[in-house]
């Protein structure tokens, strides 16, 4: 088992998690902090579930904890350290909250992770130091920028590919009326979002699905909407065929695709409204 991969617990386990005081880490780890004692100290969660090697800059989003419950907010930088003494010196961490719960906020960095192997974050707020430790792999598992999206079916109302609920929203959203493999590379720009509100072990799913409903119609008939579900039904650990397509472990993402079929932008862990409205700008600039 990959314990870098961000767990997947059901909202019952995640809840008693946080209420408890411990933190479900993105990459399978806690931050690590030497002070105060563990009922005041803040804690850091990894968003981002994929990261790469490469010699151009990656998004790297994360969250705070504080006293079991999340607190973003704070002034915080990020340093990284990689293989062979790699160091990226600490900078700002912008912090995105448009659209997200109270304190929900994620703060995000764009370093350029360039060796592959073990890298620590050095995450800087409150006053302590936080040490995330995560693997960049040799490449990517899902579509980069770029690169031809997959352009496999995706699950509709009419033909659900043995996928049921079809949307664990509830009511289930309207993103599900066209299949990817009739509107990805034909002509018309395509955003995608992978979420399962109901089942997300970040529950950022649902706020996701929400804000991108929400910006929508700001965009009615230059960009075709979608939507999927990652589990094929509410109990299996199977994710859905579009899924297993695109190569995701984790979740949520959000893929925008030009009218050739390229992936042009892409986002994933958790993000806010705003960053979802730039994906989109620049879809249809």
Partial sequence: MNT???IRLSRRQVLGLLGGGALLAACGKTSSSSTPGPNERTLALRLTGELYQSTDPQR?????????????????????KGPANRIIAPQSATLFAEGLPPQRGIYVTNPVLDA??????????????????FTVAADASTPKTGAAAPTAASPTFVQPLGVDPICTQDPPCPLHTVSLTDVV???KPVAVLFATPARCSSQYCGPVLDELLSLRPDYEGK???????????????????????????TEPWLFTVDGAGNVVGRLDGAFDRSEMRQLLDQLTA
């Fill in 4 to 6: 870098d991969r961000p």
């Fill in 60 to 80: 790297f989003a994360f969250a705070l904890w504080s006293k079991g419950a999340p607190a973003s907010g704070p002034a915080t930088e990020i340093g990284f």
């Fill in 116 to 133: 592959v192997g073990t890298w620590t974050a050095f995450v800087r707020a409150n006053n302590q130091t936080l040490e995330l430790p």
């Fill in 185 to 187: 590379g034909r002509g």
């Fill in 223 to 249: 960009v075709d909407f979608v939507h999927v579900e990652i589990y094929e039904n509410s109990q299996s650990a199977r994710t859905a065929p579009t899924v297993q397509a695109w190569g995701l472990k």
